[in-house]
């Protein structure tokens, strides 16, 4: 399966039709690069059995997506100890820009270049996505600007020092990790980069 420069939108609505269902919860615009196959036996066209039969290559350059799984900028929040008390988790996260590879086997999706531009902060993803269910195993880093960082108030934040870190630009950095599932994440600090 190729298809150079796919538009998300055709691509969702096929991934659904097939039953892919970590995809229920994404809409945006963009394009994606696929060259995918699938190889040995396949007893019923499941997805299940498709997904644990592919292997390939994807690329993405997606704007305006939404991803309904979780509000990862309050999540961040939380484990950088600046969230505000009145500040609510939307359930959705709104992703200005976001651009990667990945290189798929056996059904698992594995980055090492998965960038992300959210409406607090860019992110920086490396790690794997199990296609067959939805499992997540993730390093995230997201940088806050220096003008976002002064605002919630700097080095004087709750977590600073044991969840976040400054950079010599004056920007907050949290390296997070998340586990769970696409549908479900979970996020954590990710104490042995900060030990680091």
């Known amino acids: 399966f190729k298809a150079p420069n796919a538009a998300l939108p055709p691509i969702l609505a096929i991934a659904k039709a097939y039953g892919v269902g970590a995809v229920e919860k994404i809409s945006g615009a963009g394009t994606l690069n696929l060259d995918l196959r699938a190889a040995g036996p396949v007893h019923a066209l499941t997805s299940d059995q498709i997904m644990r039969a592919l292997n390939g290559n994807m690329s993405i350059n997606l704007n305006n997506v939404r991803y309904a799984g979780s509000d990862i900028s309050h999540e961040l929040s939380a484990i950088g100890g600046f969230l505000k008390p009145a500040q609510k988790n939307q359930g959705f996260t709104n992703i ?90 979970r996020f954590a600090p990710d104490v042995q980069k900060i030990a680091q």
Do not use: H, W
């Open 96 to 185: 200005q820009k976001m651009t990667g590879n990945f290189l798929i086997r056996g059904g698992v999706a594995q980055t090492n270049n998965l960038q992300a531009i959210l409406d607090i902060a860019k992110v920086g993803v490396t790690g794997t996505a199990n296609l067959i269910n939805g499992a997540v195993n993730l390093d995230v880093t997201a940088v806050f600007s220096k003008t976002f960082a002064q605002q919630v108030g700097g080095t004087a934040i709750g977590g600073y020092m044991n969840t976040a870190l400054a950079n010599n630009e004056g920007e907050l950095v949290i390296p997070a990790v998340v586990t769970g599932t696409l549908q479900s994440p």
